[in-house]
């Protein structure tokens, strides 16, 4: 079946425009991989063949593809109002929809200060955090601890404290003052875990470590992901995050949840923060909040956080920051229209009832060439492979090609693969993607 005009056939003479982003352009364009339509669980490609998607478009689709309700809200709103000025000026949506955010997310989250993406609201949370420690007259406090491991976008602010090496060696100086605690992935201890890692809550004492070598009077903020989600879907071992939160309150650091991946249904429940017990100071999202239709991110901070630089004259700007596309009206529309379709689909549940199916599934895998361990929270799951001493990842990524041939969408971080299917998937189609992975990964060398 063509579904689709022959406009969406593009002559290879017409791809080099576009210089892709985190994609081997080359290798892409002498190949590419189309994806023209999408609905509910599907994609289809520009030859009309449907792709089951395993990955929530990029972790971002959680209510599954053009939703009714959602595509209606953004039309309506594309009509009425197509841009409202972002400063000093505001339209109705953009605080229904906060209220909507604060109202399903951890009680001291009182505030939502939007951005356009999860890299623009990593960078507005951790500057919320430099500037908290300012007001409060902590101005030695500017260090900013990541984690290795940790994906916190391509911002120079997220670059830095993130902890991936390929997505900083080639960009020079990063931020300084910024130091990273030790990862959490230990295949020794941990491998082939159901939920979270018995092993590894101790390693959120090395903070204490870091606050003795530069004295917590320099030190603003913490921010990790409570699921490290690009760098290959790392569980957070059981107690880690609470003892993180004990030792940043000790000392007076911020801690900020990056939850662009897990808020909004991933892990079982609004946000990682509630289904984890542990509340941070700040969280950053984005992806779900529309659930990946019109782009946004934004910060969730604490009344005392927001607070704190509501000082001085009534009409002075309290933080000079922002972006033009801050609150747009169509992504306040999409995020309006978006929350209602997870509440009444009471979708975050279904993703926690759905979850032991996402673990038999991933760990029915137990077995297969090449595994080194399976993991799974809610409805995320991982499959690690043995890495190829020549060429790391590339067994992943071959398995992620065959899929797609198979018809299955599934992502690779280095040697992992990623599942993490729109909210609102069935059994028998987790059942496909495991089967489909189970055949693509057994034909690897
Ligand atoms: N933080 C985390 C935890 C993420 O997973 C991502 C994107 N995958 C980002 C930040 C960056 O978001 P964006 O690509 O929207 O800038």
């Not at 003795?212 to 320099?218: K, Q």
Request: hydrophobic share 45%.
């Amino acid at each position: 079946m063509t579904i689709l005009s022959d406009q969406l056939h593009l002559h290879p003479d017409q791809l080099g425009a576009h210089w892709m982003p985190f994609t081997a352009n080359r290798q892409f364009k002498a190949n590419p991989r189309m994806i023209a339509k999408a609905e509910g669980m599907y994609y289809w490609t520009p030859d009309g063949r449907k792709v089951l998607d395993g990955f929530s478009g990029l972790w971002c689709c959680n209510a599954g593809h053009c939703r009714k309700p959602i595509v209606e809200a953004i039309q309506k709103q594309a009509a009425t109002l197509d841009y409202s000025p972002a400063f000093q000026m505001a339209h109705p949506l953009s605080f229904e929809l906060a209220n909507r955010i604060v109202e399903i997310a951890p009680p001291s989250m009182k505030h939502v200060f939007y951005t356009n993406s999860g890299s623009e609201a990593v960078d507005t949370a951790l500057k919320i955090a430099l500037g908290y420690q300012r007001v409060k007259g902590e101005a030695s406090r500017t260090r900013l601890i990541g984690r290795e491991r940790g994906y916190h976008g391509v911002g120079f602010g997220g670059i830095s404290v993130g902890g991936m090496v390929a997505n900083r060696k080639m960009f020079g100086a990063m931020l300084a003052g910024v130091d990273h605690l030790p990862h959490t992935h230990n295949l020794a201890k941990n491998a082939y875990t159901k939920g979270l890692p018995e092993h590894g809550a101790e390693l959120a004492d090395e903070l204490e470590r870091l606050v003795a070598l530069h004295d917590a009077s320099t030190i603003a903020a913490v921010i990790v992901e409570p699921m490290a989600g690009s760098t290959g879907v790392l569980m957070p071992p059981k107690g880690y995050l609470k003892r993180l939160r004990e030792i940043t309150k000790k000392h007076g650091i911020l801690l900020i949840f990056d939850e662009v991946i897990t808020a909004f249904g991933r892990m079982g429940g609004a946000f990682a923060s509630q289904v984890f017990d542990v509340e941070p100071d700040m969280i950053t999202f984005a992806k779900g909040v529309t659930s990946g239709t019109v782009p946004m991110g934004g910060v969730l901070a604490s009344k005392a956080v927001h607070d704190a630089f509501m000082i001085g004259p009534p009409g002075a700007i309290e933080i000079f920051h922002g972006y033009t596309y801050s609150a747009h009206p169509l992504a306040c529309a999409a995020g309006i229209a978006t929350l209602q379709l997870y509440k009444d689909g009471d979708l975050f549940n279904r993703a926690k009832q759905m979850a032991p199916v996402m673990e038999s599934a991933v760990h029915g895998l137990k077995g297969g060439k090449n595994i080194i361990d399976l993991r799974n929270f809610g409805l995320v799951g991982a499959i690690e492979l043995a890495s190829r001493p020549d060429a790391p990842g590339a067994r992943a990524f071959e398995v992620m090609l065959k899929c797609w041939e198979k018809g299955v969408l599934v992502r690779t971080a280095g040697d992992n693969i990623a599942i993490a299917p729109p909210l609102i998937v069935e059994a028998s189609q987790i059942a496909q993607i495991a089967d489909t992975l189970r055949e693509a990964i057994q034909s690897t060398d």
